[in-house]
């Protein structure tokens, strides 16, 4: 009797692993479509509004003019959302270019203000004025933020505070070049 046994643990794991991939590969794609289709009705719905407070707003009340306006802010407020998704969604090259890091870290911070706001979590910034630029890629700075920013408020079910703060570095890069530390903290 010959008996041959292999192990084939890592083997499964890694199947299971591209199979995760995969289903996100999926994901993020059927993501970036829905997000493109809302953008489309989106853009129109915010346009006619804006159009009947510009034109109209003397000829209706106020009550009315009100709840325009509230239109205009939502849907500019899924705008942001959906572009947000778009951008993540989106493949980006590797390019690095100059820019203020308080950019990207505003950017994701838009994308979870209400989740954020409706679980009770404070958001404060501590971004001072005197942080110099960097090079980076702003797309993978923002998938970076929002990443950080969604783990605090999936760490905070009870409601709490978030905190960013950018700071420069004091030793900075070879070459003299500028160094930002950025810090997420929640409660």
């Known amino acids: 009797?010959?008996?041959?046994?292999?192990?084939?643990?890592?083997?499964?794991?890694?199947?299971?692993?591209?199979m995760q991939a995969g289903r996100l590969a999926a994901v993020g794609e059927l993501a970036g479509h829905v997000a493109h289709e809302v953008n489309n009705p989106l853009s129109i719905i915010s346009g006619k509004a804006r159009l009947l407070l510009s034109d109209r707003r003397g000829e209706m009340s106020r009550g009315v003019s009100l709840e325009i306006e509230k239109i205009v802010h939502c849907s500019d407020r899924v705008a942001r959302i959906a572009q947000g998704i778009l951008s993540y969604c989106r493949p980006t090259g590797s390019r690095r270019l100059r820019l203020d890091i308080r950019a990207p870290i505003r950017k994701a911070k838009s994308m979870i203000?209400?989740?954020?706001?409706?679980?009770?979590?404070e958001i404060e910034e501590r971004l001072g004025s005197a942080l110099p630029p960097i090079h980076a890629n702003a797309g993978e700075m923002e998938q970076v933020f929002l990443n950080l920013f969604l783990n605090a408020l999936d760490a905070m079910p009870e409601g709490g505070k978030l905190v960013v703060a950018g700071t420069r570095d004091g030793k900075g890069l070879p070459g003299g070049r500028p160094c930002v530390t950025v810090t997420v903290e929640d409660t």
Do not use: F, H, P, S
């Open 1 to 18: 009797v010959l008996v041959v046994a292999q192990d084939v643990t890592e083997q499964k794991r890694a199947q299971l692993q591209v």
């Open 113 to 121: 203000d209400e989740r954020a706001r409706t679980a009770g979590i």
